[in-house]
């Protein structure tokens, strides 16, 4: 991709920079890759970082792989209740509140604020020597604006200059594809220049709907390599059906040892998302 450059991790994760959008994969891999951890990374820029998701594995890849401490992160986006995806929240909250003494920001909606506590961390967090705790108690919620409904939703939020618009995708869903009876998930235009979908379905329509709007130069995509979990994750032989122009500008994530067999440059894509690497843009 043009003007992207990649460099490579060196003693600790800096979380500031001289303002360049960077990207940092802490992990590029599925829900249970060991080898590859899960994918959750951080955008740095300027003064300020994001880390989006926040897995099982991703405490201890941040400590024991990157050597930066759990307690050095600020600012927190969930696309989905997986744990691959929210496993290390728990953690974050606990280091908040006892380590580092502060709270932690998370950029989350109501609807999704209400099921991550009440389906997911309400069992680790809800009591304390202080009482009955709340999500609020644990995180300073950063609630994105609504900016569209249909085709679906699209929430927008700023943090120091970097923009997140926030979209409703499609991960696991209903037989009848009903959103409303579907899993929530989301996921996220970063300053109009690289689409992440978050696990999702193959949905050419989002990929279409953002290259319309937006100057979209990257987009990073769910790959599900082997095709097991196709309906669920995008399979590498459905994404391989999408035109040239969306290929070449695709790197794929969220796959496991079975990646290793195949060249994704070969079929037209940009390639896999490599782990441990600053991505700068
Ligand atoms: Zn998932």
């Given at each position: 991709m043009k003007g992207m450059v990649i460099s490579e991790f060196k003693d600790t994760l800096q979380l500031t920079n001289d303002g360049r959008l960077s990207l940092f994969f802490i992990g590029t891999g599925s829900a249970f890759s060991k080898k590859y951890f899960q994918t959750n990374f951080l955008i740095v820029k300027g003064n300020e970082h994001i880390l989006v998701d926040c897995?099982?594995?991703?405490?201890?890849?941040?400590?024991?792989?990157y050597n930066t401490p759990v307690t050095s992160i600020q600012n927190i986006f969930v696309t989905h209740p997986h744990a691959d995806h929210i496993g290390s929240l728990e953690e974050f909250a606990l280091t908040g509140r006892y380590v580092a003494k502060r709270k932690l920001n998370l950029i989350i909606n109501d609807k999704f604020k209400k099921i991550l506590w009440k389906q997911s961390v309400k069992g680790g967090l809800h009591y304390s020597e202080a009482g009955h705790m709340k999500l609020d108690d644990y995180f300073n919620q950063i609630k994105p604006e609504l900016i569209a409904k249909k085709p679906f939703e699209i929430y927008e939020t700023n943090i120091g200059s970097i923009n997140l618009k926030i979209f409703r995708s499609r991960h696991i869903t209903t037989k009848a594809h009903n959103l409303r009876r579907s899993q929530i998930s989301y996921g996220v235009l970063i300053d109009n220049r690289?689409?992440?979908?978050?696990?999702?379905?193959?949905?050419?329509?989002?990929?279409?709907?953002?290259q319309n709007r937006y100057p979209v130069e990257l987009i990073i995509h769910d790959c599900d390599v082997s095709g097991y979990a196709e309906g669920v994750h995008a399979s590498y032989r459905q994404l391989e059906t999408l035109d040239a122009a969306t290929k070449a500008?695709?790197?794929?994530?969220?796959?496991?040892?079975?990646?290793?067999?195949?060249?994704?440059?070969n079929d037209g894509f940009m390639g896999f998302v490599q782990p441990g690497t600053w991505y700068l843009f």
């Open positions: 897995g099982t594995l991703c405490a201890y890849a941040l400590e024991k792989v690289i689409l992440f979908t978050g696990d999702s379905q193959f949905r050419p329509e989002y990929l279409e709907y953002f500008k695709m790197l794929l994530v969220h796959y496991n040892s079975s990646a290793e067999k195949k060249t994704p440059e």
